[in-house]
């Protein structure tokens, strides 16, 4: 017993109070919600404790892993994870008219989960490799080593999963030192090329497009998931109605409400009060994430937790627009709040590389 504690003391001394109290609070809002949303499925309820168990397991193993070893595993696992996308788009099982999974007899799994970690790894491995030499080829590079998956998880069809992954690798080479000049060029091509990315889009993405700009017209179809949303946060007022009291919940008028329409749950349950506290919770997880990106002594460091606090900040973002009405619906969820353990686990494991980012600073001197 007492190697036991002893074991356990070490393993959690890398640990950021901070980063582990915030999340804690976070999921204990989530498991209130999902209990609510869920109409208290023991099924699901015991699912989510489940998942939280293991991801917060996840993130205590990954927060006493040292950087210097971190930095080692990006280049194997980006190339495991483009050679799985490469297998999901020759051998992937098809669901709901998308080929995103990947099925090997004992487990399914999608790689593009995969590819949320990696990637940024991999460039961070990349840029402190070359810190001393940095050019625009390896900026050139960089931008290859992120066309590569985001070409291929964009050919699933999945777009939601495509543009946060864009997203993030965009932030690891702005963060590297990407010059203004080049981001703003990228940004005139990107709005000179839109009419060409609407034609090359399916129907029903075109469809979520336009259901942002009158969700009326198709009222009972592609229009559904944002009238029933908005109605729910909307008619929670101030202070909401009240845990488990929402209509909008209660009466199964929410879709897909303990995944990616969470928000919805809350926001008719806790009203606009709560929607501030949820806000202020993420928010300061990024803050505390970007104080240790600014802490962090070395190249590789700094670019990971950086990056993984803006990728917190983009889901939340884009969770919330969708859910509220004022960005198209692209199947993002809200992190550490909505059901589902390999976005859980992903997130969390995540907020461990950013402990031990902050945890290990004299090991990643050396």
Same mark, same amino acid.
């Given at each position: 017993?007492?190697?036991?504690?002893?074991?356990?003391?070490?393993?959690?001394?890398?640990?950021?109070?901070?980063?582990?109290?915030?999340?804690?609070?976070?999921?204990?809002?989530?498991?209130?919600?999902?209990?609510? +949303?869920?109409?208290?499925?023991?099924?699901?309820?015991?699912?989510?404790?489940?998942?939280?168990?293991?991801?917060?397991?996840?993130?205590?193993?990954?927060?006493?892993?040292?950087?210097?070893?971190?930095?080692?595993?990006? *280049?194997?696992? =980006?190339?495991?994870?483009?050679?799985?996308? /490469?297998?999901?788009?020759?051998?992937?099982?098809?669901?709901? @008219? +998308?080929?995103?999974?990947?099925?090997? @007899?004992?487990?399914?799994?999608?790689?593009?989960?995969?590819?949320?970690?990696a990637l940024p790894l991999m460039l961070a491995w990349y840029?402190?490799?070359?810190?001393?030499?940095?050019?625009?080829?390896?900026?050139?590079?960089?931008?290859?080593?992120?066309?590569?998956?985001?070409?291929?998880?964009?050919?699933? *069809?999945?777009?939601?999963? +495509?543009?946060m992954l864009g997203a993030s690798g965009f932030y690891l080479?702005?963060? $590297?030192?990407?010059?203004?000049?080049?981001?703003?060029?990228?940004?005139?091509? @990107? +709005?000179?090329?839109?009419?060409?990315?609407?034609?090359?889009m399916h129907d029903y993405q075109q469809r979520r497009v336009?259901?942002?700009?009158?969700?009326?017209?198709? *009222? &009972?179809?592609?229009?559904?998931? !944002?009238?029933?949303?908005?109605?729910? !946060?909307?008619?929670?007022?101030?202070?909401?109605?009240?845990?488990?009291?929402?209509?909008?919940?209660?009466?199964?008028?929410?879709?897909?409400?303990?995944?990616?329409?969470?928000?919805?749950?809350?926001?008719?349950?806790?009203?606009?009060?709560? $929607? !501030? &506290?949820? /806000?202020?919770? =993420?928010?300061?997880?990024?803050?505390? @994430?970007? /104080?240790?990106?600014?802490?962090?002594?070395?190249?590789?460091?700094?670019?990971?937790?950086?990056?993984?606090?803006?990728?917190?900040?983009?889901?939340?973002?884009?969770?919330?627009?969708?859910?509220?009405? !004022?960005?198209?619906?692209?199947?993002?969820?809200?992190?550490?709040?909505?059901?589902?353990?390999?976005?859980?686990?992903?997130?969390?494991?995540?907020?461990?590389?950013?402990?031990?980012?902050?945890?290990?600073?004299?090991?990643?001197?050396?």
């Amino acid at each position: 017993m007492p190697r036991t504690s002893h074991w356990l003391l070490r393993g959690l001394r890398h640990v950021d109070g901070i980063l582990l109290t915030l999340a804690l609070l976070v999921l204990g809002i989530s498991l209130a919600v999902v209990t609510s +949303a869920s109409g208290q499925s023991p099924v699901r309820i015991s699912g989510h404790l489940v998942n939280i168990g293991l991801a917060l397991a996840v993130m205590v193993l990954m927060a006493n892993v040292p950087p210097h070893l971190l930095s080692k595993v990006g *280049p194997p696992l =980006y190339a495991a994870g483009v050679v799985l996308l /490469v297998g999901v788009a020759l051998f992937g099982e098809i669901r709901n @008219g +998308a080929r995103r999974w990947l099925d090997l @007899g004992f487990i399914a799994f999608q790689p593009s989960e995969l590819l949320k970690l990696a990637l940024p790894l991999m460039l961070a491995w990349y840029f402190q490799r070359n810190e001393a030499v940095l050019r625009a080829k390896h900026f050139m590079v960089g931008g290859i080593l992120l066309l590569v998956p985001f070409l291929l998880i964009l050919r699933q *069809p999945d777009l939601g999963t +495509a543009l946060m992954l864009g997203a993030s690798g965009f932030y690891l080479l702005f963060f $590297a030192g990407l010059p203004w000049k080049v981001i703003l060029g990228g940004a005139t091509l @990107g +709005a000179a090329s839109l009419p060409v990315v609407w034609g090359l889009m399916h129907d029903y993405q075109q469809r979520r497009v336009l259901m942002l700009l009158d969700p009326a017209s198709d *009222p &009972l179809g592609a229009g559904y998931h !944002i009238i029933q949303s908005t109605i729910a !946060i909307g008619s929670g007022g101030l202070f909401g109605k009240g845990w488990m009291q929402g209509t909008q919940n209660q009466l199964d008028f929410i879709p897909e409400r303990t995944t990616d329409f969470i928000y919805a749950v809350f926001g008719e349950e806790f009203g606009y009060a709560g $929607a !501030i &506290l949820l /806000v202020g919770l =993420y928010l300061a997880i990024v803050a505390r @994430g970007l /104080v240790i990106a600014a802490r962090a002594p070395t190249l590789f460091g700094r670019l990971m937790a950086a990056t993984l606090s803006l990728n917190l900040f983009t889901y939340v973002f884009v969770n919330m627009g969708m859910v509220s009405g !004022i960005l198209p619906v692209v199947g993002v969820p809200l992190p550490l709040m909505s059901y589902g353990g390999t976005a859980l686990v992903t997130l969390l494991l995540g907020m461990g590389i950013l402990m031990s980012v902050a945890t290990h600073r004299q090991l990643n001197k050396s």
